[in-house]
Protein backbone atom coordinates (compact mmCIF):
# COMPACT_ATOMS: atom_id res chain seq x y z
CA UNK A 1 0.00 0.00 0.00
CA UNK A 2 1.41 3.45 -0.97
CA UNK A 3 1.62 6.21 1.00
CA UNK A 4 -1.24 9.28 1.37
CA UNK A 5 -0.14 11.38 -1.43
CA UNK A 6 -3.34 13.93 -1.27
CA UNK A 7 -2.32 17.30 0.36
CA UNK A 8 1.50 16.28 0.49
CA UNK A 9 4.56 18.00 -1.21
CA UNK A 10 6.53 15.26 -2.90
CA UNK A 11 10.69 15.42 -2.18
CA UNK A 12 13.28 13.47 -4.02
CA UNK A 13 16.09 12.64 -1.56
CA UNK A 14 18.99 10.57 -3.19
CA UNK A 15 16.73 9.24 -5.89
CA UNK A 16 14.10 8.35 -3.33
CA UNK A 17 10.64 9.38 -3.06
CA UNK A 18 9.68 10.90 0.37
CA UNK A 19 6.44 13.29 1.00
CA UNK A 20 5.96 16.37 3.71
CA UNK A 21 2.76 17.94 4.59
CA UNK A 22 2.51 21.06 6.65
CA UNK A 23 0.27 21.42 9.45
CA UNK A 24 -0.29 23.93 11.96
CA UNK A 25 2.63 22.58 14.57
CA UNK A 26 4.13 19.49 12.81
CA UNK A 27 5.87 18.91 9.61
CA UNK A 28 4.98 15.20 8.93
CA UNK A 29 8.04 13.55 6.28
CA UNK A 30 6.94 9.93 4.95
CA UNK A 31 8.73 7.89 2.22
CA UNK A 32 6.71 6.74 -0.13
CA UNK A 33 7.27 2.99 1.03
CA UNK A 34 6.13 4.30 4.99
CA UNK A 35 9.49 2.59 5.91
CA UNK A 36 10.66 6.44 6.81
CA UNK A 37 8.02 8.15 8.87
CA UNK A 38 8.83 11.29 10.73
CA UNK A 39 7.06 14.47 12.84
CA UNK A 40 9.12 17.33 13.19
CA UNK A 41 7.84 19.69 15.90
CA UNK A 42 9.81 23.23 15.88
CA UNK A 43 8.00 25.17 18.38
CA UNK A 44 6.93 28.40 16.72
CA UNK A 45 6.52 31.79 19.06
CA UNK A 46 2.96 32.98 17.69
CA UNK A 47 3.56 36.90 18.61
CA UNK A 48 6.95 36.96 16.65
CA UNK A 49 6.12 34.28 13.89
CA UNK A 50 9.58 32.80 14.47
CA UNK A 51 10.80 29.25 15.14
CA UNK A 52 12.06 29.34 19.21
CA UNK A 53 15.32 27.06 20.14
CA UNK A 54 13.13 23.99 20.56
CA UNK A 55 12.30 21.42 18.89
CA UNK A 56 11.50 17.77 18.86
CA UNK A 57 11.37 14.65 16.49
CA UNK A 58 9.24 11.90 16.89
CA UNK A 59 10.25 8.62 14.87
CA UNK A 60 7.50 6.56 13.73
CA UNK A 61 8.78 4.31 11.29
CA UNK A 62 11.82 1.80 11.68
CA UNK A 63 14.36 3.09 8.77
CA UNK A 64 15.94 5.58 10.96
CA UNK A 65 19.86 5.72 11.88
CA UNK A 66 20.95 5.82 15.31
CA UNK A 67 17.77 4.04 16.68
CA UNK A 68 17.98 0.51 15.39
CA UNK A 69 18.48 -0.74 19.32
CA UNK A 70 15.31 0.81 20.12
CA UNK A 71 11.99 -1.12 19.10
CA UNK A 72 9.15 0.24 20.16
CA UNK A 73 7.49 3.29 18.26
CA UNK A 74 6.51 5.70 18.35
CA UNK A 75 10.25 7.41 19.39
CA UNK A 76 11.00 10.93 20.47
CA UNK A 77 14.51 12.45 20.26
CA UNK A 78 15.93 16.39 20.03
CA UNK A 79 17.17 16.84 16.84
CA UNK A 80 20.03 18.98 15.59
CA UNK A 81 20.27 22.95 15.69
CA UNK A 82 20.62 22.40 12.00
CA UNK A 83 17.17 21.58 11.46
CA UNK A 84 16.24 24.70 13.55
CA UNK A 85 18.43 26.88 11.60
CA UNK A 86 17.25 26.08 8.60
CA UNK A 87 13.41 27.54 9.20
CA UNK A 88 15.10 30.49 7.71
CA UNK A 89 15.50 29.32 4.36
CA UNK A 90 12.37 27.37 3.46
CA UNK A 91 10.20 24.21 4.94
CA UNK A 92 11.79 22.30 1.97
CA UNK A 93 15.26 23.10 3.48
CA UNK A 94 13.88 22.13 6.78
CA UNK A 95 12.92 18.94 5.12
CA UNK A 96 16.38 18.55 3.47
CA UNK A 97 17.90 18.97 7.05
CA UNK A 98 15.36 16.46 8.17
CA UNK A 99 16.30 13.77 5.89
CA UNK A 100 20.26 14.30 6.23
CA UNK A 101 20.32 13.67 9.58
CA UNK A 102 18.39 11.07 9.49
CA UNK A 103 19.99 8.77 6.87
CA UNK A 104 23.70 10.27 8.56
CA UNK A 105 25.66 7.67 10.36
CA UNK A 106 25.37 9.12 13.86
CA UNK A 107 26.01 7.13 17.00
CA UNK A 108 23.20 5.87 19.46
CA UNK A 109 20.58 7.91 19.85
CA UNK A 110 18.47 8.23 23.36
CA UNK A 111 15.07 8.77 23.18
CA UNK A 112 13.23 11.34 25.18
CA UNK A 113 12.32 8.84 27.47
CA UNK A 114 8.98 10.86 29.40
CA UNK A 115 7.92 11.11 25.74
CA UNK A 116 8.26 8.24 24.18
CA UNK A 117 6.24 6.38 27.03
Known amino acids: MGARKKGRSRFDYKGRDFFWRFDDTWIH???????YAVSYLGVIDSW??????????KVSGPDF????????????????LSIYAAWAKSIGCVVNEILCWSF????ELSPIEWMSK
Open 65 to 80: CGLEHVRDRPVFVVPP
Open 104 to 107: APKG
Open 48 to 57: MKTPLNQSVL
Open 29 to 35: VCSSEKG
